[in-house]
C-alpha cells in the first residue's frame, strides 16, 4: 500500500521526490491493471472456457507482471538510501518498518502474478499436447472425434472441436477413446506415450503399429480363458463374431460364474471378493444388468484401491440407487464422474455421490453430468470452496 512509504524522499538524479511519487505511476497502472484483472477472472467464474476471457486474462497477468517487477526493482535502487536514512535518524523506525513491509508485500505480489502466469501458460501447454496426442490416434486409426461421440457425449465432442476443452477434458477424450477402441484394459499411460512419440521423430506407421500392440496385449487375458478350457476355437470364433478380443473376452464371461470373472476382472485380495460380490449382487438387485455391475464395481475397487472395501461398496450402493431412480444415468459412467468430482472437489467418494443426487433431485441434467467435474476444477482453480462450488451448481 502506497501509504506504507508515506513522508520518504529519495534522489532520482538531480531531483529529490518523494518515493510515492516516484511510483505513482506504476501504482496508478497496478490498480488499473487488478481491476481489470478481477473483472475478467469474475466472468470466467461462470464461462471458465470462454477463449477471449482467457487470452485477456493471460494479458493482464502478463502485463501485471511486468508493472509489479518495475516496482519491485523501483523499491530495490531507492532501500540503500532508505536504509541510510533510518540510520541517520531522517526517517522513524515505524517509517522503515513501513518501507520493508512494502518490499515484501511487492514481492509477494509478483510472485502471485507469476504463479497464476505460469499455471496458465502449463494448462496451455497440456491442451497443446493433449491435442496432439488426439490427432495422432485419429490420423493413425483413419477415425475422427464424432466416431467416437457415443462414448465422449456431445458436450465433450463440441469442446474438442470448436478449441474449448481443457487438459482434463482431452485426458479424460484419450482414455474413453483408447478403451473404446483398444479394449477395456488397455494400457493407457502406454497409449498416451505411444502418441507422444510422433513429437520425438516416431512416424505414423510406427504409431499404427504400436496401437496394434497395445490391442494385442489383451492376448494375455486369451490365456486366462484357456486356463478354464473356453476353447481356443470358441476365443477365435467370439472375435469374427463379438468385434475384436474385447467381445472375446465378454463372451467367453458369460458362460462363467461370478467367482472366476472376478479373478480374471479383478486385482482384489481374497477378503475382499466377499465385499466385491455382494456388491455386484446388490447392484443387479437395484436393476443394473450384470455385466454393467460388473464393471461398475470393477471400476470403483481399481480407482479407490486405498479405500476400505465398506467405503467403495457404500459408494457402489448409492451410484446403483441413483441410476435405478433415473433411467438416463449410466451406472458406469456415474461411478466414473463421482470419482472425477469427488477428485476435483476434494472430497470423499461418498459425498461427491450425495452432491450429483442432489443435483438430479433439483433438475439437473442427467446427460450433463459430465461437466460437474470440468467446471467445478475451473472454480476451484478461481479460488472458489468445494462447498461453494456445490451451492452455486445447485443453485443454477
Known amino acids: 500500500m502506497a501509504g506504507r512509504i508515506k513522508g520518504i524522499t529519495i534522489e532520482l538524479g538531480a531531483d529529490t521526490t518523494s518515493l510515492e511519487g516516484a511510483l505513482s505511476d506504476v501504482n496508478k497502472k497496478s490498480k488499473q491493471l487488478q481491476s481489470e484483472l478481477k473483472d475478467v477472472e469474475k466472468l470466467l467464474k461462470f464461462d471458465p472456457n470462454n477463449v477471449e476471457l482467457l487470452a485477456q486474462r493471460q494479458q493482464l497477468l502478463t502485463e501485471s507482471v511486468e508493472n509489479t517487477r518495475k516496482k519491485l526493482d523501483q523499491l530495490k535502487q531507492a532501500e540503500a538510501q532508505v536504509q541510510q536514512q533510518f540510520e541517520r535518524g531522517d526517517i522513524k523506525e515505524e517509517q522503515y518498518r513501513a518501507f520493508q513491509r512494502e518490499v515484501q508485500d511487492t514481492e509477494r505480489t509478483l510472485q502471485r502474478f507469476q504463479d497464476s502466469l505460469d499455471g496458465l501458460q502449463r494448462e496451455q ?57 483398444l479394449g477395456a484394459n488397455v494400457d493407457i499411460e502406454r497409449l498416451s506415450s505411444t502418441l507422444r512419440s510422433v513429437d520425438s521423430g516416431n512416424s505414423i506407421q510406427q504409431v499404427r503399429r504400436e496401437l496394434q500392440r497395445l490391442e494385442d496385449q489383451a492376448e494375455e487375458s486369451v490365456n486366462a480363458l484357456e486356463e478354464l478350457d473356453y476353447g481356443i476355437e470358441n476365443v477365435a470364433g467370439a472375435l469374427v463374431a463379438g468385434g475384436g478380443i474385447s467381445g472375446a473376452i465378454e463372451k467367453a464371461l458369460e458362460t462363467t460364474n461370478l467367482d472366476t470373472k472376478l479373478d480374471i476382472s479383478f486385482d482384489i485380495s481374497e477378503e475382499s471378493k466377499k465385499a466385491v460380490t455382494d456388491a455386484i449382487r446388490t447392484v443387479e438387485a437395484y436393476g443394473v444388468d450384470s455385466e454393467s455391475a460388473l464393471e461398475g464395481v470393477r471400476r470403483q475397487w481399481a480407482l479407490n484401491k486405498d479405500a476400505t472395501d465398506q467405503a467403495n461398496d457404500s459408494v457402489v450402493k448409492m451410484a446403483a440407487t441413483i441410476a435405478g431412480v433415473n433411467t438416463q444415468v449410466d451406472f458406469n459412467e456415474l461411478v466414473q464422474e463421482g470419482n472425477e468430482i469427488a477428485a476435483t472437489l476434494g472430497i470423499s467418494n461418498e459425498e461427491a455421490m450425495g452432491f450429483v443426487k442432489t443435483l438430479l433431485d433439483i433438475g439437473f441434467p442427467p446427460e450433463q453430468l459430465d461437466i460437474i467435474a470440468e467446471y467445478g476444477d475451473q472454480m476451484i482453480q478461481a479460488g472458489f470452496e468445494a462447498e461453494e462450488v456445490q451451492a452455486i451448481m445447485a443453485a443454477g
Do not use: H, M
Open 125 to 181: 501447454g497440456k491442451v497443446g499436447e493433449g491435442t496432439r496426442r488426439l490427432s495422432t490416434f485419429f490420423e493413425a486409426t483413419g477415425t475422427s472425434v464424432e466416431d467416437f461421440s457415443n462414448v465422449l457425449g456431445q458436450r465433450l465432442v463440441r469442446a474438442i472441436q470448436n478449441g474449448t476443452a481443457t487438459s482434463r477434458d482431452l485426458d479424460n477424450a484419450i482414455q474413453r477413446i483408447g478403451r473404446e477402441a
